[in-house]
């Protein structure tokens, strides 16, 4: 689904060539760029919790991840990882770059969808979707690295870490 | 805050890379989708840009100086106590004067 949905944000945001692009063309870029990374990060974090017998509720967990969580623990990541109630954690620049995207992106998308009175650029879409797939890169790298499993599991749980006593 | 914003990218701006090369800076504080507190940056850069320049990879640096230079000010200006998320995007030149058309940012 991510890879597809990258591809289609690829597609839109590159579509028209000659003179100025449809703005319909540009937003549905960003949001299918946005898309990409959710999707992608919901669906490697529910394989990660869910496996063997339990791999069949994984799409109805995936219902329970918001976007407001994954902000949240996005910009703990972009900030050098100092985590509410757990403290500083060591973040590798690819995770970090993966954090960014999705703070920047899940923006963006909410701009694109919405904000009609402020026309999108080709440049600014372009860049959305390179951001995008650089972050998908990114985490291929990082995935298997143990800060990575706490970053997934942030993106389900952030909203509730209480502070330490 | 609007000193402290201006003085803090025009120091920023500065340290950027020579390309692609940046003929203005714009800004705007605001609330963003989710409620947080935020600071939009426009990078608007030359039209002469070559394409192989519009990339991502080239732009991370400058975002990168950006937020760096905006969470510093924001830290060190301990008196505004906010916690601006930054959101730095690119535009040409061109763009950003058919966005001024518009009557947007």
């Not at chain 1, 990258?6 to 003179?19: F, M, S, Y």
């Amino acid at each position: 689904m991510h890879e597809d949905l990258l591809e289609q944000a690829r597609h839109l945001a590159t579509r028209d060539k000659k003179g100025k692009p449809k703005q319909a063309n540009l937003r549905r870029a960003v949001s299918s760029a946005y898309y990409a990374m959710f999707h992608l990060l919901v669906a490697e974090a529910t394989k990660h919790l869910l496996r063997n017998t339990m791999a069949k509720y994984r799409s109805r967990l995936a219902r329970a991840f918001t976007h407001k969580a994954m902000k949240v623990a996005s910009k703990w990541f972009t900030e050098g990882g100092t985590i509410k109630g757990l403290g500083p954690v060591t973040v590798p620049p690819d995770l970090k770059a993966v954090a960014q995207a999705v703070l920047d992106l899940q923006q963006a998308r909410h701009e694109a969808d919405y904000n009609l009175h402020e026309p999108l650029t080709r440049t600014e879409a372009l860049e959305f979707v390179e951001k995008a797939e650089q972050a998908q890169k990114a985490w291929k790298r990082v995935r298997k690295d143990d800060v990575s499993d706490l970053y997934l599991l942030l993106l389900l749980t952030s909203e509730n870490l209480k502070e330490r006593d | 805050m609007d000193d402290l914003l201006k003085r803090t990218l025009e120091t920023a701006k500065a340290e950027f890379p020579p390309a692609p090369k940046v003929v203005d800076l714009r800004y705007r504080v605001g609330t963003d989708a989710t409620g947080d507190g935020a600071v939009w940056v426009w990078v608007v850069l030359d039209d002469a840009t070559p394409t192989a320049q519009l990339r991502h990879a080239r732009f991370q640096p400058i975002a990168d100086q950006i937020r760096a230079a905006i969470k510093k000010a924001l830290r060190e200006g301990a008196q505004f106590s906010l916690d601006l998320i930054p959101y730095v995007r690119f535009r040409l030149k061109s763009e950003q004067d058919e966005v001024d058309r518009a009557g947007a940012a």
